[in-house]
Nanobody, 119 residues
Framework: QVQLVESGGGLVQAGESLRLSCVMS????????MGWYRQAPGKQRELVAV?????????ADSVKGRFTISTDRDKWKITVALQMNGLKSEDTGVYYC???????????WGQGTQVTVSS
């Protein structure tokens, strides 16, 4: 069983910051990639940031220099955080964390957390 629980969304003004967290637990220690995606109203879900096996990070062009993805591990869980600075109205959407396991063992999503940035 794999569980992904997100927290940290909310309503902020443009220019402010938010920090999202995703706690991953269960059979998670063969992770190939851990990341954050978002979906704005009327748009497709898009990649925001990802950490791939080996520690390589990748960001959407629209968030480079403003968002930072990080991970913290202990014996039982992995926490994936997304620090979002300098938020813009176009960052508004539902943010989902994602876990991709190695060897096609599964691809998992959190329940989503709403981020709303007012201009």
């Amino acid at each position: 069983q794999v569980q992904l629980v997100e927290s940290g969304g909310g309503l902020v003004q443009a220019g402010e910051s938010l920090r999202l967290s995703c706690v991953m637990s269960g059979s998670i220690f063969s992770a190939n990639a851990m990341g954050w995606y978002r979906q704005a109203p009327g748009k497709q879900r898009e990649l925001v940031a990802v950490i791939r096996n080996g520690g390589v990070t990748e960001y959407a062009d629209s968030v480079k220099g403003r968002f930072t993805i990080s991970t913290d591990r202990d014996k039982w869980k992995i926490t994936v955080a997304l620090q979002m600075n300098g938020l813009k109205s176009e960052d508004t959407g539902v943010y989902y964390c994602n876990l991709e396991l190695m060897f096609n063992r599964g691809n998992y999503w959190g329940q989503g957390t709403q981020v709303t940035v007012s201009s």
